[in-house]
């Protein structure tokens, strides 16, 4: 499996992006997509997560509300649009993948990508 996230870049408080997180080497139904970002000197955290088989979405509450993770099967990819950014949703930002149900636990992550910068001014 091979996980490539793009998209990051440098964006004013209240603006808006598109992490993208293509996915190769196998099918991915039946796996979890799972994105996680981790500021300087900060734990990884979880940002949501989605099944690819359902489409169904879980978001950290962090996020909720202003964060839409979705997936194109014909691409393999899987998207996290990010609107109304703060300052402290400035991170490294990863997509990761898993077998089976879902976890917010980054632990429970076999693949990941390797990271996309994000940097949110104020």
């Known amino acids: 499996v091979q996980l490539q996230a793009s998209g990051g870049g440098f964006v004013q408080a209240g603006g808006s992006l598109r992490l993208s997180c293509a996915a190769s080497?196998?099918?991915?139904?039946?796996?979890?997509m799972g994105w996680f970002r981790q500021a300087p000197e900060k734990d990884r955290e979880f940002v949501g997560a989605i099944n690819w088989s359902d489409g169904k979405t879980y978001y950290a509450d962090s996020v909720k509300g202003r964060s839409a993770i979705s997936r194109e099967n014909a691409k393999n990819t899987v998207y996290l649009q990010m609107n109304s950014l703060k300052p402290e949703d400035t991170a490294v930002y990863y997509c990761?993948?898993?077998?089976?149900?879902?976890?917010?636990?980054?632990?429970?992550?076999?693949?990941w990508g390797q990271g996309t910068q994000v940097t949110v001014s104020s």
């Open positions: 990761a993948a898993k077998w089976g149900m879902y976890s917010s636990q980054s632990s429970a992550y076999a693949y």
């Open positions: 080497g196998r099918p991915f139904s039946g796996y979890v």
